[in-house]
Every structure is written in C-alpha cells, then in structure tokens.
C-alpha cells in the first residue's frame, strides 16, 4: 500500500490517501489505525504532496555505510551512531531546502527512512519489522562546515528544511536490498543498496527502542552511501529509492 498526505487543489486542509494505479483515494481515520475511504478521489494534478507523516522525532544514523564512512576518512562503528533532526526540519516534496546564510557548505546524503507503525520500545530485532509501517525518502541536508567545526552534529543538522521526506510511505517493501540514489540536477551522485548498510533496519529498531520510545510516525534515518557533496542555489536535488519513488526538491538562498 501506498500512503501520502496531500492538500487538493484550493483547499487548506491535509488529507491523508492511498495511491492506486495513479489514483489518490482520500481516507478518513489514522493511517496507523483503521482507516477507510470516503468516496473522494483525485489525480495527480490535483492535488500538493506534504510530508507523509508528521514524527516527534527523526532518528539518524551516522556512518552506517562502508563506503560513506572510507569516503569522510572515519572508522565504521562499533555501535550504532546515532544523532536527532527536529521535527521542524521536516519539508515535504517540491518545498525547497533553504541554504541558511550562515553556512558555506550545504550537502546531500541520500537515505531510506523507516515509518514506525507502533510505540516500540525495547523490541527485539526479531519483532523489529513488526513495529514498522513503511518506508520513504530521505535528503538528510546537512551544512558541513558546522558539522566539522562544532564535533557534534545538532546545528548542522537541525536547520529549518534540512529534513525533505517523501513522496509516499510504501508499506509492501523489504528494506534489506533496496536501491539508494542521489540525483543532482539529474546526474547520478550517489548510487548504493541497504544490503551494505554496516547495521540494518532491525538491528537499528532494536538499539533505538532500547534507548527511547518510538511513537507512531516516528522516522529512523537509516544513513548515507558515499557521494554525498554540496547543494547550490539554484539546485535540484532528488533522492531515489526503489520500490518508493522520487523526492524533489529545490535548494534556494
């Protein structure tokens, strides 16, 4: 199943669908609850993309990847590194990612997030994909510079649009094979698959959950193959992953 929350045309509110063969049906209900159609349906013209969910809180993971970890000069883990973007970061698709004056140095890290469906906490990594409902696109923007100059990672990280998800949560994916892709002005920068992640999706819910609470909505940000660079204004930049999709977005000063 394919999940988006949208505005259609000339209306205010958001409201949540399914996509079926291009079609959006517009739901009543939680998409983390029973849920059913109204009646209401649209085309993809008629309707804005928003963010797919709306998560307390947005998990990171660092150096996750072999490849990313070679490419930025650093050890691999032992343990899974983990970092948070605020919930107000978070931009859907075709919002432009912001370059804030104060940085000299804007990337792109193409990831696969993972949806929490449930509260989790303390799950095993063999209950893991139990708690999960589904997966989308990630841009985890970063500004460099403050990155390297502050040690930890919160300001580089936490800029206001430094957070694109979407387009879609599809919940008929299995995360451990799965194409990872940046697209910069539509040439090929990063290309990867979740098989090489250095700890998978249920290794990740079990050390997260084992540390605070997941809720419903909730994004675990699984990490960054190698490739990533910077972001200009006046770019476009898309992160793609199979069985999900595409997420654009705009990068303006």
Same mark, same amino acid.
């Given at each position: 199943m394919?999940l988006?929350?949208f505005?259609?045309?000339?209306?205010?509110?958001?409201?949540?669908g399914v =996509?079926?063969?291009?079609?959006v049906?517009? =739901?009543?209900g939680d998409i983390?609850?029973p !849920?059913?159609?109204?009646?209401?349906?649209f085309?993809?013209?008629q309707i804005?993309?928003?963010?797919? !969910?709306v998560?307390?809180?947005?998990?990171c993971l660092?150096?996750?990847?072999?490849?990313?970890?070679?490419?930025v000069?650093? *050890?691999l883990?032992?343990?899974?590194?983990? @970092?948070?973007?605020?919930?107000?970061s978070?931009?859907g698709?075709?919002a432009?990612?912001?370059y804030p004056p104060q $940085?000299?140095?804007v +990337?792109y890290e193409a990831e696969?997030a993972? #949806?929490?469906?449930k509260?989790?906490?303390? =799950?095993? $990594?063999?209950?893991a %994909?139990?708690y999960?409902l589904?997966?989308t696109c990630l841009? /985890?923007v970063s500004?460099?510079? @403050?990155?390297q100059k /502050?040690?930890?990672?919160?300001r580089?990280k936490?800029f206001d649009t @430094?957070?694109?998800?979407g387009?879609a949560?599809e919940? /008929?994916l +299995?995360p $451990?094979?799965l194409t990872?892709?940046?697209?910069?002005?539509?040439?090929?920068?990063q290309a990867?698959?979740? =098989?090489h992640l250095? @700890? *998978? #999706?249920k !290794?990740?819910?079990?050390h997260?959950?084992?540390?605070?609470a997941l809720?419903p909505?909730?994004?675990?940000?699984?990490?960054?193959?190698?490739?990533v660079g910077? %972001?200009?204004d006046g *770019?476009?930049?898309?992160?793609?992953?199979q069985g999900?999709?595409?997420?654009i977005?705009?990068v303006?000063?």
């Open positions: 394919r988006i929350r505005k259609p045309k000339g209306e205010t509110d958001v409201r949540v =996509v079926e063969n291009e079609t049906y517009e =739901v009543a983390f609850g !849920c059913e159609k109204t009646g209401r349906s085309n993809q013209g804005t993309l928003e963010a797919p !969910c998560p307390t809180k947005v998990v660092g150096l996750n990847y072999k490849d990313h970890a070679e490419e000069n650093a *050890d883990p032992e343990e899974p590194l983990i @970092f948070l973007k605020p919930p107000s978070i931009i698709p075709g432009p990612i912001i $940085s000299k140095r +990337d696969l993972v #949806v929490i469906e509260k989790a906490s303390h =799950v095993s $990594s063999a209950e %994909l139990d999960v589904g997966y841009n /985890d500004a460099r510079d @403050f990155q /502050d040690g930890q990672w919160t580089a936490g @430094f957070c694109p998800i387009p949560i919940t /008929d +299995d $451990s094979d990872v892709e940046a697209w910069l002005n539509g040439e090929r920068k990867s698959s979740t =098989v250095v @700890f *998978d #999706v !290794c990740l819910i079990e997260i959950s084992g540390i605070m809720l909505g909730d994004i675990i940000s699984t990490g960054t193959p190698s490739g910077p %972001l200009e *770019d476009e930049i898309e992160i793609r992953i999900i999709g595409g997420l977005n705009p303006a000063r």
